[in-house]
Each structure stands twice: as structure tokens, then as C-alpha cells.
């Protein structure tokens, strides 16, 4: 699905999903989700919200104070 395969591993591939149900599910379920993610990467493009930089720094120091001071354990 990445890269065209050469004819004798697509063929040998095509064999396979002839008698496998669970990679032509399989494979069913990967062209979906690549469909889906297409579609939704030119939606999101055009109208993605961006941070301000003061957000930013607050977020950064958050995650920093966060890693020095760790919570305990739960029990």
C-alpha cells in the first residue's frame, strides 16, 4: 500500500488475500483509515487554530514544574 511491489509480490499477495479473510479485513480497514486521515489533513489545514506565544511559554513551564515534581505513587 506504501510502494508499488514488483508483479511476482503483488501476485503472491493477491493469492494470499484470496484465501485469507483476516488480511483482506485487514487491509480494508488500513484503506479506510488512510482515506480518513486524507480527508481530514486538508480539512484541518485550513482552519487549525494556532497558540499564542504566552501560551506556549505556560504550557512549557507546566510540563517542566510537572517533571521536576512528579506525584507520588498511588496505592
Not at 511476482?8 to 480518513?36: D, T
Request: net charge positive; aromatic share 8%.
Amino acid at each position: 500500500m506504501d510502494a508499488r511491489l514488483p508483479w511476482h509480490q503483488r501476485l503472491a499477495v493477491r493469492f494470499h488475500l484470496l484465501y485469507c479473510v483476516w488480511c483482506r479485513r485487514y487491509a480494508a480497514q488500513i484503506q479506510f483509515l488512510s482515506k480518513a486521515a486524507k480527508g481530514l489533513a486538508t480539512e484541518s489545514d485550513v482552519s487549525a487554530p494556532k497558540l499564542s506565544e504566552e501560551t506556549k511559554a505556560q504550557m512549557q513551564k507546566r510540563l517542566e514544574e510537572a517533571l521536576k515534581n512528579p506525584p507520588p505513587p498511588s496505592l
